[in-house]
């Protein structure tokens, strides 16, 4: 298997993935998160999203998004070829994609939000943990996405703050150290 950085000569592949999109958007009965080859080709000119191939062949994509001003990024648009799944593909794309994320964007957040159970176990495994979507990004760019899920409407009901997806956070291992400073509560001990 490789596995690498795409770049702008792999935009041979866009109109593929996307097609891969629809099929598995169908397969999941789930709205069609719509991705245009042109922006899927644009994640590769930048140096933004990482493509594997087996045995010479496309096996999966996925692509870094970029939220409020880089406090937020989330790895989006993960897909194996279905014939191949469950072969380990996914987990080398997110773990390599992951890496790219936290050596390009050191201070951010990676997040993501998701039905899939691969997907929450390959997150886990990374260091992601699940939270209430207050603690994602409000940005509308983001959200905005989910408008041609089939659950668009009960996201909305519930002001964004949750819906059927669970959301998932990978804080820096430095802001994680702070949150678990323990609070000084004066503690005085009685001598006997
Ligand atoms: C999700 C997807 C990318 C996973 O790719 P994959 O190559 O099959 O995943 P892997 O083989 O690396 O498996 C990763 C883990 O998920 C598990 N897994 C894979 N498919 C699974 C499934 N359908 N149900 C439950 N667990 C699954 C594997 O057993 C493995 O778990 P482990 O680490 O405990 O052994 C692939 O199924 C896919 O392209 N699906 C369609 C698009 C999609 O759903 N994208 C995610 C949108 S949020």
Redesign the pocket.
């Known amino acids: 298997m490789i596995i690498r950085v795409a770049t702008a000569a792999d935009a041979q592949y866009a109109d593929l993935l996307c097609q891969?999109?629809v099929e598995?958007a169908k397969?999941?009965g789930t709205g069609i998160a719509k991705r245009e080859p042109d922006y899927v080709a644009r994640k590769m000119a930048s140096g933004d999203s990482i493509i594997a191939f087996v045995d010479g062949e496309l096996a999966?994509f996925c692509y870094i998004e970029i939220f409020d001003d880089k406090t937020f990024v989330v790895n989006s648009?993960?897909?194996?070829?279905?014939e191949?799944?469950?072969?380990?593909?996914?987990?080398?794309?997110?773990q390599a994609v992951f890496d790219l994320s936290r050596s390009k964007y050191p201070q951010a957040k990676i997040f993501?939000?998701?039905?899939?159970?691969?997907?929450m176990?390959?997150n886990t495994?990374l260091g992601y943990e699940p939270v209430t979507f207050s603690e994602l990004t409000t940005s509308e760019d983001f959200w905005k996405g989910c408008k041609s899920c089939k659950n668009y409407a009960i996201l909305m009901e519930n002001e964004r703050k949750m819906c059927l997806c669970t959301g998932m956070l990978y804080d820096t291992p430095e802001k994680q150290l702070v949150q678990l400073q323990v609070p000084d509560f004066n503690v005085t001990t009685s001598s006997f």
């Open positions: 891969w999109y598995s397969t999941r999966g648009g993960l897909i194996v070829n279905a191949i799944r469950k072969g380990g593909v996914g987990k080398a794309i997110k993501g939000i998701t039905t899939s159970l691969a997907v176990k390959i495994d």
